[in-house]
């Protein structure tokens, strides 16, 4: 790809980012364009992926309109039109137009960290509960993403959580707290990684945060394989399958290994 390379970190990043507050549009006669829409107060971070694609003409503009929140809300828009520019992105898994249950890690190999900052800084929250408990959470409505962000988790922090939709509205809220919360932000925002400033900022109070000792910590639990994990495992290669479902390399290899194992008993 001319474009796009999600092997690194900036533009795994930028890849989340887009599946969370990007749209993709297509019109007639390849005409289309890619955009990416925030809050007025992080359009540092919209000038930072015009830099980041200096062969991608692109622009940013701001805007004031009224909301359901807000009687004047300004936000800032980042909008690219460059045919090829979107086709890389459609490649790499981004749907066209407003397909949120149907997203997905991306379809080639890509840098983990960097991804998953973007999806957190797109539909994440970074802080501490009114408990003073830091924790990281993630909205969506796509379970592959849900389990994504969870095998993350596990595989940063050693911490188990399982994907489930609440009722109200019927997406998905994965949350870590406390030890594996601190862990997780430190990993996820390196020094002088791009990112929202203030979520960067809070990702680093995440980060030092301490167990007092009078709390007690919650025992960790070993994560099940499921058939849709299982079948990531059969037709990736070791490195695609641990990156995408967030485990070691060893953890993926012993699993194909089982998997083999079970289809020639089978096979008896």
């Not at 694609?53 to 909008?79: C, G, K, Y």
């Amino acid at each position: 790809m001319s474009h796009l390379d999600l092997t690194r970190d900036e533009h795994a990043y930028f890849f989340g980012f887009f599946q969370t507050d990007g749209h993709l549009s297509a019109g007639p006669g390849g005409k289309g364009r890619a955009a990416i829409e925030v809050s007025a107060r992080d359009i540092d971070t919209l000038y930072a992926f015009s830099e980041l694609f200096p062969d991608v003409p692109s622009s940013v503009t701001e805007r004031s309109r009224a909301t359901n929140f807000s009687r004047l809300h300004r936000s800032a828009t980042w909008s690219a039109q460059v045919r090829s520019f979107r086709e890389e992105l459609i490649a790499c898994g981004v749907p066209v137009g407003r397909k949120s249950d149907a997203l997905r890690p991306p379809t080639v190999p890509f840098d983990p960290r960097g991804y998953l900052r973007g999806l957190i800084d797109g539909d994440g929250s970074v802080g501490f509960t009114g408990a003073g408990r830091p924790f990281i959470s993630l909205t969506t409505a796509s379970e592959a993403i849900a389990a994504y962000f969870c095998g993350q988790v596990l595989s940063v922090t050693g911490a188990r959580r399982t994907p489930g939709r609440n009722r109200r509205d019927q997406v998905f809220g994965p949350m870590v707290a406390s030890d594996p919360a601190a862990t997780l932000a430190a990993w996820l925002y390196p020094a002088g990684c791009l990112a929202l400033a203030r979520k960067a900022a809070a990702a680093e109070a995440v980060a030092a945060w301490r167990r007092p000792a009078a709390m007690r910590a919650r025992a960790l639990s070993r994560r099940a394989w499921t058939p849709e994990e299982d079948e990531v495992v059969r037709s990736r290669t070791i490195k695609e399958a641990a990156e995408q479902l967030g485990r070691t390399e060893q953890s993926v290899n012993l699993r194909r290994w089982r998997l083999r194992q079970r289809a020639q008993a089978e096979l008896v």
